[in-house]
C-alpha cells in the first residue's frame, strides 16, 4: 500500500512549513519519538527514576531497540550495541583491531571525519598506514569499490568506508570489498550514516564485519541514540577501548585478581548509563517507520531520489555530480554561485538543503516525507538564486 503522505508530513511536523530536503544532516523528529520522550521526562519527574519495576521498564526498552535495530539491519539481538551516534561505532570498529607497526588501514577521500579521523588517530598511536584512496566526486560505485580493492594489501587489517557518501552520495557496492578484505585477513568496518533508513540493508548479504549507524537523520529519532552491527564472529576478539558492567558476561563476572568473563554478545561495548528518554523517542521513531513499512520507505525514496535528479539536471547552469549508483543525497552545483551562499539564500526561503566543502558542493536529501511539491519548491528557490546573479 503506497504511503498517506499527508499523515505522514502531520507526524514529522516539520515537514509541513519546510521543503525538508537535509535527512542527511538531522532529519525531522518524528511526533511519536518526542511524545516517546516527553512521557520518559515526566515519569521520571513525578515518578523517579527508580523505584520498583522502573529499571525494568528501561531494560525492555533498551532490548526492544536493540531488536527493531537488528531487524533495520538483518542482523541479531545479540549483534548490535547501542550507541551515541555514527562516529562512536566507527570509534569502536577501529580501535577495536590489534594492529602491528606496517599494518594497514584503507579508506577513501569522501569519508566524513566521523568515519576517518578515529582511522587517522589510531593509525597515529599505532603507527599503521593509511591508505586514502583517491575518488573522484563523480565516480560511480563499480569505479569507486574497484579502485578500494586495488588498495588492498596483505597488510590490509581494515577496511573503513562509507556505504553512501556524505558528499557525492555515490552507493557503494561492498560485497567484493568484503570478499577481498577478508582473503587477506582484514575486516570491513561500514559507515552506514547515510543508507541507515534510506535503502535497505542486509548486513549478512553485504558480508560486512562492522556496520555503523545513526538514528537522528533518516530514522528521524532524536539526538544522541545509533547503533553498532558487530558480526557474532568478532563480538569476542573486537578489542576494548571503552569497559564497563556490560562488557561482563554478568555483573559478577569479575574478580579482585583481575579476573573477569566477557560478554558474549555486542552489548559489551555499551559502557554505562544513558539518557533513556532519547532510547524510547528513537524506539517510537523505529516502531513508526516499521508500520510504515520499510519496503515502501525505500521504494518512494528511490522514486522521489531520481525525479530530483532529473529535475535538478534540466535547470540551466545546474551541474548534477551524484553518479547514478545513489540512494537518496544528491549533489550538485549552480554555475557561479557559491554553494555556502546558495544553501543560506534556499534557507531563507523555506528550502531546507546543505552545502559541503572540498569540493563545494550542494547536496540535497530526499525521503520518504517528502514529495514532488518539496522538489519544485527546490526548483524554483534555485531559479530565484540564479536570477539574483
Ligand atoms: C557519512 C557520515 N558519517 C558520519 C557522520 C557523523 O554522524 P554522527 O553524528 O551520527 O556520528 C555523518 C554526518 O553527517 C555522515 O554523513
Not at 523528529?29 to 519527574?45: H, K
Not at 523517542?281 to 513499512?293: D, P
Not at 555556502?340 to 539564500?345: F, I
Not at 530526499?366 to 540564479?386: A, H, K, W
Request: overall charge negative; charged content about 20%.
Amino acid at each position: 500500500m503506497p504511503l498517506d503522505i499527508t499523515a505522514v508530513r502531520r507526524d514529522a511536523p516539520a515537514t509541513l512549513t519546510n521543503a525538508y530536503l537535509n535527512a542527511g544532516t538531522n532529519g525531522p523528529l518524528s511526533r511519536y519519538a518526542a511524545e516517546a520522550i516527553a512521557g520518559a521526562n515526566e515519569s521520571q519527574l513525578s515518578e523517579g527514576r527508580i523505584g520498583p519495576g522502573i529499571y525494568e521498564r528501561s531494560l525492555a526498552i533498551s532490548t526492544e531497540l536493540r531488536s527493531a535495530f537488528a531487524r533495520l539491519l538483518g542482523g541479531g539481538d545479540d549483534e548490535i550495541a547501542l550507541t551515541h551516534h555514527t562516529t562512536d561505532g566507527m570509534n569502536i570498529a577501529v580501535w577495536g583491531q590489534k594492529y602491528q607497526p606496517g599494518d594497514e588501514i584503507v579508506t577513501t577521500s569522501l569519508e566524513h571525519p566521523g568515519g576517518l579521523v578515529p582511522v587517522l588517530v589510531a593509525a597515529k598511536r599505532f603507527g599503521v598506514t593509511v591508505r586514502v584512496v583517491p575518488v573522484e566526486i563523480t565516480d560511480d560505485g563499480p569505479t569507486t569499490a574497484a579502485k578500494v580493492i586495488a588498495a588492498i594489501t596483505p597488510r590490509t587489517r581494515l577496511v573503513a568506508v562509507s556505504h553512501v557518501s556524505w558528499k557525492s552520495g555515490v552507493l557503494l557496492p561492498l560485497t567484493e570489498i568484503a570478499e577481498r578484505v577478508h582473503a587477506v585477513g582484514g575486516l570491513l568496518a561500514v559507515d552506514g550514516a547515510q543508507s541507515a533508513g534510506a535503502i535497505a540493508i542486509d548486513v549478512r548479504a553485504l558480508d560486512v564485519d562492522y556496520y555503523a549507524i545513526p538514528g537522528q537523520k533518516w530514522l528521524c529519532g532524536p539526538d544522541g541514540v545509533g547503533a553498532l552491527y558487530v558480526r557474532r564472529e568478532r563480538i569476542l576478539d573486537t578489542q576494548q577501548t571503552f569497559a564497563g558492567g556490560p562488557a561482563l558476561r554478568d555483573g559478577n563476572a569479575w574478580d579482585m585478581a583481575g579476573n573477569y568473563l566477557p560478554g558474549t554478545t555486542a552489548r559489551r561495548f555499551e559502557v554505562a548509563t544513558v539518557y533513556k528518554p532519547a532510547l524510547a523517542g528513537m524506539l517510537a521513531s523505529l516502531h513508526w517507520l516499521e508500520g510504515l513499512g520499510y519496503a515502501v520507505i525505500y521504494e518512494r525514496i528511490q522514486a522521489l531520489t531520481a525525479h530530483c535528479r532529473e529535475t535538478l539536471a534540466a535547470i540551466p547552469g545546474v551541474t548534477v555530480y551524484t553518479p547514478a549508483t545513489q540512494a537518496g543525497l544528491t549533489s550538485f552545483n549552480i554555475e557561479g554561485v557559491e554553494p555556502v551562499q546558495a544553501s543560506a539564500r534556499l534557507g531563507e526561503m523555506g528550502v531546507l538543503i546543505r552545502s559541503v566543502s572540498n569540493p563545494d558542493l550542494l547536496r540535497a536529501s530526499t525521503s520518504f516525507y517528502n514529495d514532488e511539491s518539496d522538489i519544485e519548491r527546490l526548483q524554483r528557490g534555485i531559479e530565484v538564486v540564479i536570477g539574483e546573479q
